[in-house]
């Protein structure tokens, strides 16, 4: 009879560590690195038994930690969640739906999802919401709710938009679906979100430009802030769905990028360290902040 390939061995071996109570919930799994030198495999076989323990749900990724023995999904209770004495509204079905959101991703999200959740039938929701649409529009208007501008702001428009564009990069890394909900071409006049507009053209108001420039230098930064947080989003899922970090991932692929470097045609790119290309999303975000600021300082004197 054929020998296993060396992953499923390492998957097994693993996993009777996870079963066995050896591997408790939350503790760290050997990283793709560890596994490839305490099995004596290359760094890919390693990344794909740790695939395979992620997409069996034994083990998941966590940011800045690493991949971790996955706590066991309680089980499924028959009887309603909710207190039937608790009377149904609309804010517990945006707070339910905003929490499967963050527990599971927008993709997850269903009215059937939220009633189940509250443990109530389904169309009692559509006394509250019309439907996904305008609950989605709900969650990203309470969200913004929770990250309200201060009443006083800073004294420079610079401050002023720092501060904006640093409260809404909070709410996205809080809530990573979030800045899918947010169009810029179709914005929605909501009254958590509309502050923010005006906190920006108010930065920006009495420095020589006309509105439309000033609302053209909100929109930009919005949508810069918006579009790196994206990629939070992004990152999470790819985490999930290949049980490696960013800097996993980076080490896996270690070999196919020295491969491409070594060639020679990149010589500026191959000065890079893999550390360095294994960025931070918030370094990032704040490296884009900046530069975009610099350039709205010609603007706005």
Known sequence: MPEDPPYL????????????GELTPG???PSVRRVAAEWDVALATATKALAVLSQEGLVR?????????????PARRSAPRRDPSVHLTRDLVVRAAIDIADAQGFAALSMRAVAVELGVPTMSL???VRGRAELAMLMADTVFGEHRLPAVPPPTWRAQLELSARMQWAAYRQHPWLPRLIPITRPHPTRNLMPYVEWALRAVDGHGQDTTTMLHAHITLFGYVRGTAVDIETE???EFDTGLSAEQWMDANEAGF?????????????RVSSEEFAFDLDALFEFG??????GFAVLFR
């Open 258 to 270: 020295s491969a491409v470097l070594d060639s020679g045609s990149f010589p500026v790119f191959a």
């Open 27 to 29: 503790a760290r799994v």
């Open 289 to 294: 902040l900046q530069r975009l600021l610099d």
């Open 9 to 20: 061995r390492i998957v097994a071996e693993l996993r009777r560590r996870i079963e066995s």
């Open 236 to 238: 999470a899922q790819a």
């Open 61 to 73: 990724a966590v940011p800045r930690v690493g991949t971790v023995v996955a706590t066991p999904a």
């Open 126 to 128: 559509y006394r509250h």
